[in-house]
């Protein structure tokens, strides 16, 4: 699954928040989606910038979704109060929506434009809150119905 691909809509539970989250009720919004694991290192590493990017572009139409792919919630709930996580944090157990996505690791993310298409694919860690990649998504905000 890569640019260009209608993002495959998915429903998960939001671990902390309940109720369940539904990739489809985000369209409109340029979405962020993270597929991560608590036992890995590159993951754990990014978080930080995964938040303050969500920090800074919180006032925005800008979603981001951390799917955790571990089978034990505690475990993620625990790995989100280390680290202060305020983004939303859907749970994978069985690794059903990562395997819809084709992940071949962790991390791996997608940058979905407003109308629920892959527009970059990132296999790998990222410094979220880089001026590179906040820029792209900003750009995709600005672009209204579509990406850029």
Known sequence: MGPGHDAPDFQLPVLGEGGVRRLSELRG?????NFWATW??????????????????????????????DEDAEAVEAFRT????????????????????QTTGYPESFLIDRRGRIVF?????????????EARVRRLLEAGGGAS
Request: charged share 30%; aromatic share 8%.
């Open 29 to 33: 919004r340029v979405v962020l989606l």
């Open 40 to 69: 890995c290192k590159p993951c754990e590493d990014e978080m930080p910038a995964m938040e303050r990017l969500h920090r800074r572009l919180g006032d925005t139409e800008f979603e981001l979704l951390a799917v955790s792919v």
């Open 82 to 101: 280390r680290l202060a996580l305020s983004f939303a944090i859907l749970h994978d157990p069985d690794a059903r929506v990562s395997r819809r996505y």
């Open 121 to 133: 694919k990132y296999v790998g860690p990222r410094e979220w809150d880089a001026p590179v990649y």
